[in-house]
């Protein structure tokens, strides 16, 4: 089994529905990311948690929600999905310090028509 | 803010040949400095990384990188590609406490 789960790795949806991707690890890690990548912009940050009680935004949060259930589980919503948020959306974790190398999940790929 | 930019998008070598895949940075202080590679389909895969010491790292699947302050780089090298080796390459920085600032990738074309 892979350390880190994304479910499901393919979604096409309709524009205003709302949509949950869900995140679980079996590293251990308090610390979970939601990335996101676009062709030609790399990933970037949606949100981030540093533990369970911890949430905070990143460089791109606008249009999206997370909720950290466990410390194994982290999950990213859409409240309201919109084309342009058609992207690669990728979880990882990480053990503390900031030296230390970030795990991430295979993807989901997301459509929105 | 920390940045990292990849000045090549789109980098084409035949294989056997030698590879050089570009990262500048943006850090005051010195950086933590990550390659991870992410093939089709795949997720990120942590190649090396840099904190402090040697200036050339050696990392996995015969891959180095070397830290040049001077000019700001950590450029990625390999002696000599794989087929296997297409995929994109992302150069990182960590931001913060722990945050990983990516840059925008190079995907790497092998050719036979």
């Known amino acids: 089994d892979a350390d880190v789960t994304q479910t499901p790795r393919n979604r096409i949806t309709k524009t205003g529905k709302r949509i949950m991707l869900e995140c679980s690890q079996t590293?251990?890690?308090?610390?979970m990311y939601w990335y996101r990548q676009d062709p030609g912009l790399g990933l970037r940050l949606i949100y981030y948690s540093f533990d369970v009680k911890d949430i905070n935004k990143g460089e791109i949060s606008d249009g999206y929600s997370v909720s950290r259930q466990a410390q194994a589980k982290f999950s990213l919503s859409l409240e309201s999905a919109i084309p342009n948020q058609t992207a690669l959306y990728f979880c990882?974790?990480?053990?503390?310090?900031?030296?230390?190398?970030?795990?991430f999940g295979q993807g989901t790929r997301l459509t929105v028509v | 803010a920390q940045s990292v930019t990849q000045p090549d998008i789109h980098i084409t070598v035949s294989e056997g040949a030698s590879l050089e895949l570009r990262c500048n940075y943006s850090y005051g202080a010195t950086p933590y400095l990550f390659w991870y590679v992410q093939s089709p389909g795949q997720g990120l895969q942590l190649l090396l990384k840099?904190?402090?010491?040697?200036?050339l790292v050696q990392g996995i699947k015969g891959f180095e990188a070397e830290f040049k302050r001077s000019q700001s780089s950590f450029n990625l090298r390999k002696p000599s590609v794989h087929w296997s080796d297409a995929a994109e390459y992302f150069c990182a920085v960590v931001q913060g406490a722990q945050k990983l600032v990516f840059g925008q990738g190079t995907r790497l074309t092998i050719n036979p």
């Open positions: 990882a974790t990480s053990d503390h310090g900031r030296g230390t190398e970030a795990f």
């Open positions: 590293k251990g890690h308090d610390r």
């Open positions: 840099y904190f402090s010491g040697d200036t």
